[in-house]
């Protein structure tokens, strides 16, 4: 019996890094990765083996490559695992002069969307506003674009396993969190 062949993260890899290689469009670029993400979410067994989980907990980032010489806009992207527990949220915030594609492995997670809303846009003030949201389910992809804003929270009602390509390792960068019930923002801790 022949077995069929499987896409690898180390195939998922060489695919992002023929992406940089060959376009410095962002939406491109986020595009193209999250193509090849779903496939690689989508490919049975390899992230089990790569972070040895406990049954339960086993919570919070888990580095899978950080690649020092393709990127954008400028060299470092970073995969990475999160191990989120049942409920877990975050603030709205954006990704600064990076684009991040989401790939739910197990679990459910929810992306709101967020944008600042300017007098004569239905409000009388400077007012940061929720534009919509969805559920993204185990094998399914988004990403966000530069500047975009968001936040994510897991709703699978137990542990969700979320694999994520920052385009540019985020820790390096300016980047903002956002308060939509006080409509401020402040600088991320990096």
């Not at 690898?8 to 695919?15: K, S």
């Not at 989120?84 to 739910?104: F, I, K, M, S, T």
């Not at 990403?143 to 985020?170: D, M």
Request: proline share 6%.
């Amino acid at each position: 019996m022949t077995m069929a062949p499987t896409y690898t993260m180390d195939a998922f890899l060489d695919d992002v890094r023929d992406t940089f290689a060959t376009t410095d469009d962002p939406m491109a670029q986020a595009q193209a990765v999250a193509n090849n993400l779903k496939t690689l979410i989508n490919t049975p067994g390899w992230l089990e083996e790569m972070l040895d989980l406990p049954e339960e907990g086993g919570y919070g980032p888990k580095s899978l490559h950080l690649e020092e010489e393709a990127g954008h806009p400028k060299p470092g992207f970073w995969l990475m695992a999160s191990v989120q527990e049942d409920g877990r949220d975050n603030l709205p915030h954006d990704h600064g002069n990076a684009w991040v594609v989401y790939g739910v492995y197990d679990g459910s997670i929810e992306q709101t969307k967020w944008r600042w809303f300017y007098p004569g846009e239905g409000v009388d003030r400077l007012q940061l506003k929720e534009t919509g949201q969805f559920v993204q389910g185990a094998g399914s992809v988004a990403f966000f674009l530069p500047g975009e804003i968001h936040n994510t929270r897991n709703v699978t009602g137990g542990r969700a396993l979320v694999v994520r390509l920052e385009s540019q390792k985020l820790d390096r960068l300016v980047r903002y969190q956002y308060n939509p019930d006080e409509n401020t923002m402040k600088v991320m801790d990096r």
